[in-house]
């Protein structure tokens, strides 16, 4: 009895420590900079956002917070990067909608998004409108789905890449309204704008900071916005639901994660951390700029929406036939 009396005491207090030492080690975290991989060129929706966080986090958790840009491959070789760093909460990646898409849009990634990352939070949603050149004689997205039913193969859209959200976007139109237009992807946002708003192309799915200003300036007519509920910023503007597509939805979205492995209460602390920047007044105020919402959800809500996203755009891309690979 005695030593199954001394075993147990034993194992009691081996347990006691390890929770000290855990919680201890989370107090201690962050003991240096801490990097915050970007997957994308500075300059863009989610650069802002990352740096917007990164500020806030440097305040409250007591150390820099580094913005590392990486662009290239849809954000995978950022992704990469990430996924390969050590599982120390020191390197953190900006995770976006275009990951979600990329996980059934390349067959060979050299990492896996699920099983190679672990959520932390989502930090906003990002509206995008469907936009036409005025010179298209279009006012509606009925009208649109008209003039392409007319002239099947004729009408053409722009994208800022193959794969990217707006592409797949325009896919996902195609196919709920059962139309056939022709893509004409651009390396990048920039120099789609540049034909759009010259007419050269007519269609486009975008997100706010790319064609909001454009729509306020008359250079570019907004159609419906791709979100279920209305925006403030537009707010006479119909959902693409309202307009005949019932449950089109196409919001862009960006999140942090850490590398899988990273000890739970590292991850609960960023998580708390990146909750209270959102929260934060400035923060709103700069985000509804950008036409993004902040999010701030828990892990697990982040895991389950990106596993839902991951799942909604393999549907898309296999009616599609998308590929970049």
Excluded at 118 to 142: D, E, N, R
Excluded at 251 to 259: K, R
Excluded at 301 to 323: D, H, L, P, Y
Aim: glycine share 8%; charged share 20%; aromatic share 6%.
């Amino acid at each position: 009895m005695k030593f199954m009396r001394d075993f147990v005491a034993v194992v009691i207090f081996a347990g006691a420590l390890v929770l000290a030492a855990g919680s201890a080690f989370s107090q201690a975290y962050p003991q240096k900079a801490i990097r915050l991989v970007v997957g994308f060129p500075p300059g863009g929706a989610t650069d802002i956002v990352a740096r917007l966080v990164g500020q806030k986090l440097s305040v409250s958790l007591g150390q820099a917070v580094v913005i590392d840009n990486r662009p290239g491959a849809n954000s995978n070789i950022g992704a990469e990067l990430a996924a390969r760093a050590a599982a120390d909460g020191y390197t953190l990646f900006m995770c976006t909608i275009a990951n979600a898409i990329n996980y059934s849009l390349y067959s060979n990634l050299p990492f896996d998004m699920i099983k190679d990352f672990v959520p932390v939070a989502q930090t906003a949603s990002i509206l995008s409108f469907l936009v036409v050149h005025p010179s298209l004689p279009v006012k509606s997205v009925k009208e649109l789905i008209e003039l392409a039913k007319s002239k099947p193969g004729e009408l053409n859209y722009a994208s800022s890449g193959i794969g990217g959200s707006p592409h797949l976007a325009a896919e996902m139109f195609k196919t709920m309204a059962g139309v056939n237009m022709v893509h004409i992807p651009y390396k990048g946002t920039g120099p789609e704008l540049t034909d759009l708003l010259a007419g050269v192309v007519r269609i486009a799915f975008e997100t706010t900071p790319a064609v909001l200003p454009h729509v306020k300036a008359g250079k570019l007519r907004a159609l419906a916005v791709n979100s279920l509920k209305r925006t403030p910023l537009l707010p006479d503007l119909p959902t693409m639901s309202e307009a005949g597509l019932p449950g089109f939805e196409v919001t862009s979205w960006n999140g942090v994660l850490a590398p899988a492995g990273t000890p739970k209460e590292i991850v609960t602390r960023l998580n708390n951390e990146i909750v209270k920047a959102l929260k934060m007044p400035d923060v709103h105020e700069k985000l509804s700029g950008l036409g993004a919402d902040p999010v701030g959800n828990t892990p697990e809500q982040f895991a389950a929406f990106i596993q839902a996203e991951i799942k909604k755009w393999a549907k898309v891309i296999k009616e599609s036939g998308a590929r970049v690979d």
